[in-house]
Structure formats: C-alpha cells, structure tokens
C-alpha cells in the first residue's frame, strides 16, 4: 500500500446524502482526507454541518453528470437519488446520474489510478423471481416501467463498471445495497422506514401501499457502513458484485405495526394503491459477504428503529430547514 498524503483522499460523491454523509464522517474517524462531492437535490448540507470544522474535510457542489478533474486516490460513488419519489421526479437526470456520472467518475478512476466503489441496488434484482436472492441471479426488471430509471440506470451502471475493469484495469468493487435505514434520512424522503416514522411520531395516519403483505429486509445504516469500508479494502482482484444488506424479512404491515408500537403512536393505518412494478419480496443472501468481506449485520431491525425513532423525534420538534429542492 503506497503511503503519503494523496494516498489517503478519498472522493465521496453523493456524500451529503444519508448513506454518503454517514461514510465521510467514517472515513474522517478512520484518518482519511475526505472530499465530499454532492449538487444537494436529495442531500443536505444540515447533514454535514458537523464534518465542516474538521480541517480534513472539503465540500464541492457539483453534478457527477458533468466531467470532474482532480487528483484522489479513492472514490465512492454514492450520488443518485435513491427515494423512488426522487428518482421518478426527474426520471431523465436519474438516468443521467447513473450512467453519464459512472463514466464521469470511472474516467476519474482511470487517469489517477484510484479505486472505484459503486452503491449499486437490490433494485438490479427488480421484482425478483428467485427468493432470497444471491448475486448469480440476473434478475426480472421491467425495462420501461416508472423504476426503470433507476433501476436500468444502475444495471448500465454495473456494466460500466465491469467494462472499465475489462478494456482499462480499473480496480472496481461494486456493493449491491439492500433497503438501508437510519438518522440523516430526509423526513420527506418517500421511503418507507422515514415515512412511518415521521407519520407515527407526528401522530398522522400510516400509509401502506397495497395490502401491506410485500416484503423487504432492512439494514441499520452502520452495519451498511462497515460492508462499504470492508469491501474497499478487498484485495483488488475482488470486484463483487457483492449484496450488503440485513437478511431479516419483514412484511411492510409488520414494519408499521413495530413503529407504531416503538414510537407509542396512537396513528392508524391507512391503505393506498400499490404503485406499479412495486417488488413483492426482497431479502439478500449474504453468504458471499460472509465469506469475502467476513460481514454480516449487527443491528437488529428493533434496534436500528429506536436510534431511528430517537433522531427523527429530535428531528421534528427542532426543525431545519433542509434545501430549496426538497422544500418546493
Ligand atoms: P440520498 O438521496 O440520501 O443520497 C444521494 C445523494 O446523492 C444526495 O446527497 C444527492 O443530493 C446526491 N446526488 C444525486 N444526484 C447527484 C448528481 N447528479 N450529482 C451529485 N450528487 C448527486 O440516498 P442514499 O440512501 O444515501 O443513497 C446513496 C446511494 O446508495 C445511492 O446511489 C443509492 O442508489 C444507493 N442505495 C441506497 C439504498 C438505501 O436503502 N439507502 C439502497 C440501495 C442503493
Ligand atoms: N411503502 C409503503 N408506504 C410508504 C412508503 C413505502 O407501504 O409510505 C412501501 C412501498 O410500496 C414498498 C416498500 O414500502 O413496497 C418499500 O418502499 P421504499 O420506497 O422504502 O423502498 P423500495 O420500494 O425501493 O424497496
């Protein structure tokens, strides 16, 4: 391992995000100089407020879909908005962010020789016919559905990245993320875990979509962290695909039923149209995780939520103000 400072910077796209702002401040506790690049449409800077004192730690608002030119020994390339409701809002830049940004920064990766991690997606899985699902199986998305953008665009994402790897000797890793949850999630964010929350804590009705009875496995943000750090410092002839996620499984009315019961809410449940192509089952096999990175989740989902449930209720009786995007 070369030794020096430019080894030690490390390039965090999307990293005012939730998943992004958690591994800068890993990497910041870890000895890393750590360049956090976002252009804030989901993110925040309330998120990184804290990281801006320390002296090893540089913001740049840019779009990964522009082409970027600096000098950085690692990247994780985090930027995408994840929340359906986002990724949908601006179908055609979610595609654009995926792909034109993979270009952009495995290009990065090339001309300085830095190691490229991909937050890729169960989504590649799609509405999986093959349960729980490992990372041989290919796959059943619909290519033109409303989750084609993101879930195409991480797919392209893959192949670029293998591509890269193949025709230029770039050192890739790509981690395949699992339903994450955790503090730093927007309360607006669309996804399941927040939106429970914020609606019990606010005392507001719970929405389920369809009957409740689909499935997902959650994993608490620092387990996810630890499978990112870990999966950086494989040996570079391990590229993964790699699942990272909790193998719990749990039904979306089980989720509503253990917030509303960890919160005390006395919110009641209330059901809406299931939104299309809406995967029925998702739980990840994690054997190869086990067995190449020696990970495997701490957190159990009842845990995870009462650290969830605790930033959240902090979240809501001090407000801030989180940018002009999501306001709108
Ligand atoms: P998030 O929306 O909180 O974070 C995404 C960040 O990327 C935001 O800060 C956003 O402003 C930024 N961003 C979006 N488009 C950008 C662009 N074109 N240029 C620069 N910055 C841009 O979501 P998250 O949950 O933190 O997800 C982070 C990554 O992990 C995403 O790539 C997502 O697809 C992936 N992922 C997350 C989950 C999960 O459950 N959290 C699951 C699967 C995959
Ligand atoms: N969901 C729900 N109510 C909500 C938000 C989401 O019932 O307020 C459901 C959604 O239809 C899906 C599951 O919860 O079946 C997970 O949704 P999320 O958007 O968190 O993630 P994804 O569908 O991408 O796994």
Redesign the pocket.
């Known amino acids: 391992m070369s030794q020096g400072h430019d080894f030690q910077r490390v390039l965090v796209?999307?990293?005012?995000?939730?998943?992004?702002s958690h591994l800068c401040e890993r990497l910041l506790n870890e000895g890393y100089e750590v360049l956090c690049?976002?252009?804030?449409?989901?993110?925040?800077k309330a998120n990184i407020a804290h990281l801006l004192q320390n002296p090893f730690f540089e913001v740049l608002n840019?779009?990964?879909?522009q082409p970027l030119f600096l000098h950085v020994s690692q990247i994780f390339?985090?930027?995408?908005?994840?929340?359906p409701i986002?990724y949908q809002r601006d179908a055609v830049?979610t595609i654009?962010?995926s792909v034109n940004?993979a270009v952009n920064m495995l290009g990065l990766a090339r001309r300085t020789g830095a190691k490229i991690l991909q937050?890729?997606?169960?989504?590649v899985y799609g509405d999986p016919e093959v349960h729980p699902q490992p990372e041989s199986y290919w796959g059943h998305v619909n290519p033109n559905g409303l989750r084609a953008c993101?879930d195409e665009g991480?797919r392209c994402a893959e192949a670029l990245f293998f591509s890269y790897q193949r025709q230029h000797d770039v050192l890739i890793k790509i981690a395949r993320?699992?339903?994450?949850?955790g503090p730093r999630?927007?309360p607006d964010?669309g996804?399941v875990v927040s939106n429970f929350i914020v609606q019990a804590l606010r005392g507001e009705p719970i929405t389920i979509y369809g009957d409740g009875s689909q499935t997902r496995s959650f994993?608490y943000v620092d387990d996810l962290i630890e499978g990112f750090m870990r999966l950086m410092a494989t040996q570079d002839e391990f590229y993964g695909p790699v699942n990272l996620g909790n193998p719990g499984e749990f039904t979306i009315l089980e989720l509503a039923e253990m917030v509303i019961e960890l919160t005390g809410s006395r919110s009641r449940l209330v059901f809406h149209e299931l939104p299309s192509d809406d995967p029925k089952q998702r739980k990840p096999d994690i054997t190869m995780a086990k067995a190449e990175l020696d990970w495997e989740p701490k957190v159990c989902l009842h845990d995870g939520l009462l650290k969830t449930i605790e930033y959240f209720d902090k979240r809501i009786s001090n407000p801030i103000p989180f940018n002009r995007d999501m306001a709108a």
Do not use: Q
Request: charged share 10%; net charge negative.
């Open positions: 796209t999307g990293g005012a995000g939730f998943l992004g690049l976002d252009n804030f449409y989901t993110g925040s840019h779009d990964i879909v390339n985090l930027a995408c908005p994840a929340s986002h830049h654009n962010t940004g937050a890729s997606t169960s989504e993101y991480k993320i699992f339903n994450t949850y999630m927007h964010d996804r994993c």
